[in-house]
């Protein structure tokens, strides 16, 4: 019953929020996403899987999709129509008697919930972009606190052990047999990764900050994501942060004090990981004997053997989807590789395959978009090469689609840098500084 008051308490909220502006909807479905793990882990019930989903439902239900502006449909139409296309053939999937119909809609919501954020992404203005990066910043402080409290009293005070939590509790290889810490997501990976997609936006707030309350905030934000991903110890993500690093000291324009701020905190928690071991897995990526082999195991010959055997896919889910404890003795056939690609080819066959190569290729192929000169520039531009760089790199894990709210953060993105700036950038660099002006005045709470 509680967490059935709860999906319908989240998609209230975000149906209210996202009523008034898209960057407060924005703002409540992260806040829930944050949320998500921890709760889920003690809320064991069927309904906890679907809290971010409500959420989700509702931020969708209160914006409007289509409109009568030719130049916001020139902007957002043509990641409305890879959207439609990605979405589309995995719904004539379901029609297919691959598997039983709960573990194929459990397997469409892991497809294509998410895909609808890429078009939100097409419809940011300044004001969605400052509310949704103030919260941020606040939400990794709070994700930070929680991190300590987990390394200082242990993971299992905030987990308990169940079907749930097996994910973080097989992750025990830190230095010293510690878990990875997940903060309040539901994996030491969805902590890591989601402190990574913060960083565009956290950035860019910095970057139009105008009130000095504001940019404190940005900065701790920053450094409360880059210690996250320490304390996450997941390789994968260190590397996506070690990307995100290099791409603002070599092309983000800024005072020369700003940069030094910067560096100055990198030197920190650069001397916070080499002081103390839990911190530093990071180092493994040294052993090349023991990288090549985990690349193996994800892109061996059984890419090949799901070609040949499943043409048309094995289903939706049958990849295994972010399929619940209580449906995955339903699966048939159950596919299982550490590779994005293959998991989608595993359940929407050669030709889910192709849309989403060729989806990949169009994105690429709008560099020139996300590089234009606007004000938002930085943020854009970091937020484009953290999505290539995903992209290129999903072969090598899961979760690209699932992973909470890591996946919502990342197709707004997405979504963003693909879409034709908006507006004068004049203008909007005079907007954007009264409006970085009120949000610092709002902070903590925004209006």
Known sequence: MIAVLACIAAFIANYWAGRRSLGKGLLVLVVVGYFYGIIRANLITTFSHFIFDAAALGLYLSQTWFSTDSAENKRSGPILWWTL????????????????????????RGSIFFLPIMVLGAKL????????????????????????????????????????????????????????????????????????????YLIGCWDRARVRLFRILMVLGIGAALLGVLMSATRQNFVLAAVMVIVTLLMRRAKPGAIAVFALL????????????RFQRFKSL????????????SVNHSFWEI???????????????????????????????????????????????????????????RARIAFAKVPWANSRRMAWCLAAFSLGTAWIGLGFLTSIPQTAIQLLGIGWTTALPMGDPRQAQRDGAQLSARVGSSIPVLR
């Open 85 to 108: 296309a990605l979405a589309g053939w995995c719904c004539l999937l379901v029609l297919l008697p691959f598997q039983p119909l709960l573990v194929s809609l459990v397997g469409l």
């Open 266 to 277: 990198i030197v920190g928690l650069g001397w916070a990981a080499l002081t103390n071991e």
């Open 307 to 365: 070609l040949t055997e499943y043409p048309m896919g094995n289903g939706l889910g049958g990849g295994g989807t972010s399929i619940p404890y209580f449906l995955q003795s339903e699966v048939r056939n159950p596919i299982g590789m550490e590779n994005e690609y293959a998991r989608i080819l595993s359940e929407q066959g050669v030709i889910g395959l192709l849309l989403w190569i060729s989806f990949v290729v169009w994105f690429l192929s």
């Open 286 to 297: 040294t052993d090349t004997e023991g990288v090549v082999e985990r690349i193996a195991g």
């Open 125 to 200: 203005k300044d004001r969605d972009l400052l509310e949704l990066g103030a919260g941020l910043a606040i939400l990794n402080l709070v994700a930070a606190a929680f991190a300590w409290a987990e390394y200082f009293m242990g993971v299992p005070r905030f987990y308990p052990i169940s079907p749930v939590t097996q994910i973080i509790y097989a992750s025990g290889d830190v230095t010293g047999g510690f878990l990875r810490i997940p903060a309040i997501f539901s994996s030491a990976h969805a902590y890591g990764g989601s402190m990574v997609v913060s960083l565009p």
